[in-house]
């Protein structure tokens, strides 16, 4: 087994990877941290590889048992115990392993209430971090490719966190799709939420705290499993709704789109 050590925002995760190449995939995308002599990690995972079939777009199986909830698809399989801390992960290829993190991540999160996972890109304008979600094929990144040179937290999974106060910030994330450089700034605090629309002309329309909560459900990395979790994920969204205003925004394949928001 390799071992690999990340930090991410404030927690560690201890990664246990079965071969050469999935170390390097985490520590292409992971910031590696020292651990002092005889300190845990905040989480744990193993990593095995030379599992399944490529992934065939069917859907993930959940079941829970006494000891671990088992999520399963034709490229990896997820075994989680209950406080999702401690996770086992069998993984096809690079994709199965960066779906499968994040399916194991997203419920850490949400478990703890520490944040959310949400499928969107986030970019930093004036000190605010903007995310922009929409269904696959919406555009989140061709927006997070339009807007560089501003420093890009996600393209793809936008990790957000709340703070002491509740305040929704958002961090660098390491699970990204084109974009896979890390950002130089390591957080931000939540500018708003834009939902995409592509559309021949530029404009944005406000959105209600209501719809944004409904929303905002659709677009969080989540398998439901449990009334529970659902119940807090709900919370979470909630919180985030009520933080920051959000938009419909009607954008074209160009950067135009930022008259719109600063």
Known sequence: MYRSTVKVADHTIGFNLQTSHLQEWVEKRFRKVEMALGAECDLEITVNDFYGTMYDDGPTEIEET???????????????????????????????????????????????????????????EHGKAWLFAGHSGAGKSTVAELSIPRPVLSDEATLLLFDDDGSAIVHDSPLRSDLEEPCEVLASP?????????????????????????????????????????????????????????????????????????
């Not at 002309?201 to 969080?220: A, E, G, N, Y």
């Not at 989540?222 to 009334?227: A, I, Q």
């Not at 919370?235 to 074209?252: G, I, N, R, T, Y």
């Open 66 to 124: 006494e000891e671990a909830i088992i999520y399963t698809r034709a490229d990896y399989k997820l075994c989680v115990k209950h406080d999702y801390s401690r996770a086992v992960l069998h993984v096809y290829d690079q994709l199965a392993i960066k779906h499968g993190i994040i399916n194991w991540y997203s419920a850490w999160l949400v478990h703890r209430r520490k944040g959310l996972l949400i499928h969107s890109s986030c970019i930093v």
């Open 190 to 262: 939540l500018g708003g939420i834009h939902f995409l629309n592509q559309s021949e002309q530029v404009f944005r329309i406000s959105v209600s705290k209501v719809d944004t909560l409904v929303l905002l459900m659709d677009k969080v990395f989540y398998w439901k499993h449990n009334r529970l979790e659902t119940a807090k994920l709900i919370a979470l969204c909630k919180q985030v709704a009520e933080s920051v205003p959000a938009f419909q925004l009607h954008f074209q394949k160009n950067d135009t789109f930022w008259g719109q928001i600063s």
